[in-house]
């Protein structure tokens, strides 16, 4: 049997550090590439252009992956925190580049103090700035934080769910919005949010799991496995 039915949380694992990998490095590294060839090696700008498109066509078969996997096991959530400390690597090299270009690009004679330079430098740093903050204070949350993908009608889960946990005794507060359910057992802080996927498929969620609700999430998890 192959190593997706062995062990798809580590595969999921290993796809995640991929896509990270292909935006923190491949992604800003390509694009660097692409800066140098045009202001020092212009006959080589055509070739870092077509290994650009070729470096974001490859990250669509890890994130393919991740998809499938999904709907194999559950995981932390762990792919925001994941994307952000991409972004933060892509940033960082992009600044560098974008400022070691300009360098160049005045030794040639260019006139790299052009304005939009020191824009484009300025807008880096402030997302930057915005991506770390966004992982500062929301890390905690989507660390206990976990979600799998399933093959059934959003309905039919938010039902069986409902009645699981309720079956438990647990008072459950029930909401609904545009992207689906949210069920919230009083006085232990677990939440659980359902979210259609399309063609029948959904997303469960499972929130602010701590060592209080541990075992009633461990049971949920069961549950669901033996109902689909």
């Known amino acids: 049997m192959g190593t997706l039915a062995e062990d798809p949380a580590s595969e999921l694992e290993h796809a995640q550090n991929l896509i990270e990998f292909i935006l923190a490095i491949l992604v800003p590294v390509t694009i660097t590439l692409m800066l140098f060839s045009y202001v020092v090696f212009r006959e080589l700008f055509d070739f870092f252009f077509v290994l650009a498109i070729v470096v974001a066509a490859v990250s669509l078969w890890p994130a393919k992956k991740i998809h499938d996997l999904h709907y194999e096991c559950w995981s932390v ?18 600044v560098v580049s974008v400022f070691s270009v300009a360098m160049i690009a005045l030794y040639e004679g260019l006139t790299p103090e052009n304005p939009l330079t020191f824009g484009i430098v300025g807008g880096l740093l402030f997302i930057l700035l915005g991506v770390m903050t966004y992982n500062a204070r929301y890390r905690d949350k989507f660390l206990a934080m976990e979600k799998r ?8 889960l938010e039902e069986i769910v409902s009645d699981f946990l309720e079956s438990k005794g647990d008072k459950l507060a029930r909401y609904r919005n ?25 997303e469960i969620t499972i929130e602010e799991i701590d060592l209080g609700n541990a075992d009633l999430f461990n049971s949920l998890k069961e549950f669901l496995r033996s109902r689909t």
Do not use: C, E, W
Request: glycine share 8%; proline share 6%; net charge positive.
């Open 77 to 94: 959530n762990t792919m925001p925190l994941k994307i952000a400390t991409s972004f933060v690597g892509m940033i960082y090299i992009s």
């Open 149 to 156: 993908f399933f093959h059934k009608d959003p309905q039919y």
């Open 178 to 202: 545009d992207k689906g359910s949210r069920m919230v057992v009083d006085g232990k802080k677990l939440a659980v949010n359902i979210a259609p996927l399309g063609s029948d498929n959904a």
